[in-house]
C-alpha cells in the first residue's frame, strides 16, 4: 500500500485550490500594488514590470529546454514565473535600467528557482534571491530612489539608453537610519508616515503605497490563499521591536506605525513571506517563521548599516525553514504528535 503513495514538493494543498488557481490570486493581489506603481511613477514603472515578467517567464522557458523537458511550455502554465517577475519587479527601484532588471530576472528564475529542479524545489524565495543578486552587483542602481511624478510635473522622461530621468528623494527609511546615527531628528521620519501610506515617498516600485498592498493582502486573506499566521506575526513582531526602539529614545526611533508603512514590510508581510514553498507547513511554524522575519528586519534597521532587512529576514528565514518544520511536525490526519 505505502508503494502507491507518492511524496512530492510544497505546496501541499489541501483545500480546493490548485497551484494555478493560487498563483492567479496571487496576480490579482499584485494589481493595487502595480496600479500604484504605474500611477506614482507613471509608464516606466509598468514598462519594468512587464520587462521584468517577460524575462522570468522567457529564463524559465529556456531552463526547460536545457534540462529537455518533453514540453517545455507546461510548468509555465501555474503562473510563478509571472509571480516571480511581479515580485522582483515592485522590488526594484523605478529608476533602474531595464538590462538591469532583466539581468535580475534572469537570476532568480534561473538560479534561485530552476537549479533546485523547478517550483516547489527551490528553498529561498527566488525574487528576492534576484534582487540580492541585483543588490551585491548593483549597489548605486539599487539605492537610486525617484521623486513620485505627483510631486513633480516634470517626472519622468525616459531617455534612448531606457533609463529614468527625475530628480532623486531620500526614503523615509533612510531619514530613519539618519535619525538612529545621529541619535535625533526622528521627527522628520515620522512626518513622513502619512505620505508611505498614501505613496508619495522615494522607495521600490511595491513599496511606496502601503493603501495598495493592504487592498491585495486583504483580498489574499479573504479568498483564503493565505493564512493570518505569518503576515499578522510578521507585523506584531515589528510593532513590537518598533515600539521598544520608541520608547527608549523616541529621538532616534521612529514611530512603529512608520515602520509598518515604510519600506517593503507590509509587501515581505502578505506576498514573499508568506510563499507556500518557502515557508514553514505547519501554524506553529508558520509563526514563528513570521516572528522571525519580523525581528530580524527590524535589528537590520534599527542596528544594521542597511536601511531596510525585509529582503535578508525573508532569505535567512528561509534558510531555516527547514530545521522549523522538523522541530514543528506535521500531525498526519488520525495520527498522535510525538512526545
Not at 533609463?163 to 512626518?191: E, G, M, V, Y
Not at 516600485?205 to 499578522?232: D, N, Q
Not at 514553498?277 to 530580524?296: E, H, Y
Request: glycine content about 8%.
Amino acid at each position: 500500500m505505502l508503494s502507491n503513495i507518492t511524496v512530492s514538493f510544497a505546496p501541499h494543498i489541501s483545500k480546493a485550490h490548485s497551484t494555478r488557481s493560487i498563483m492567479l490570486d496571487v496576480i490579482i493581489g499584485l494589481i493595487p500594488a502595480v496600479g500604484a506603481a504605474g500611477y506614482f511613477f507613471r509608464s516606466y514603472a509598468l514598462i519594468l514590470v512587464a520587462t521584468c515578467v517577460i524575462s522570468a517567464v522567457v529564463t524559465e522557458w529556456l531552463c526547460n529546454l536545457i534540462r529537455r523537458k518533453s514540453n517545455p511550455l507546461e510548468s509555465l502554465g501555474d503562473f510563478s514565473a509571472v509571480i516571480t517577475g511581479l515580485i522582483l519587479a515592485l522590488s526594484l527601484p523605478p529608476a533602474i535600467p531595464l538590462w538591469a532588471a532583466i539581468t535580475g530576472s534572469c537570476f532568480a528564475i534561473a538560479v534561485g528557482k530552476m537549479v533546485f529542479g523547478g517550483l516547489g524545489a527551490n528553498i529561498f524565495n527566488p525574487a528576492m534571491i534576484g534582487r540580492a543578486f541585483l543588490t551585491v552587483s548593483f549597489g548605486m542602481m539599487m539605492t537610486t530612489w525617484t521623486v513620485p511624478a505627483t510631486m513633480d510635473a516634470t517626472m519622468p522622461t525616459i531617455s534612448p539608453d531606457n533609463t529614468i530621468h527625475a530628480r532623486t528623494q531620500a526614503t523615509p527609511l533612510a531619514w530613519s537610519k539618519q535619525a538612529i546615527k545621529t541619535q535625533k531628528d526622528a521627527k522628520i521620519a515620522n512626518d513622513q508616515l502619512s505620505a508611505t501610506i498614501k505613496g508619495e515617498v522615494g522607495g521600490c516600485l511595491g513599496e511606496t503605497s502601503a493603501i495598495a498592498i493592504i487592498i491585495g493582502g486583504l483580498y489574499l486573506l479573504i479568498r483564503k490563499t493565505i493564512t493570518w499566521h505569518i503576515p499578522v506575526a510578521v507585523l506584531v513582531s515589528s510593532f513590537a521591536c518598533a515600539a521598544l526602539g520608541f520608547l527608549i529614545n523616541s529621538n532616534a526611533y521612529a514611530c512603529p506605525l512608520f515602520h509598518l508603512t515604510s519600506g517593503g514590510l507590509l509587501l515581505g508581510a502578505f506576498f514573499i513571506a508568506t510563499d507556500p514553498v518557502t515557508a514553514p507547513l505547519t501554524r506553529t511554524g508558520m509563526l514563528i517563521f513570521g516572528a522571525g522575519v519580523g525581528v530580524m528586519t527590524m535589528l537590520i534597521r534599527m542596528v544594521g548599516e542597511y536601511p531596510e532587512g525585509v529582503m535578508f529576514a525573508v532569505l535567512l528565514m528561509n534558510s531555516v525553514t527547514p530545521l522549523i518544520d522538523k522541530l514543528c511536525r506535521v500531525i498526519p490526519a488520525g495520527g498522535k504528535p510525538n512526545v
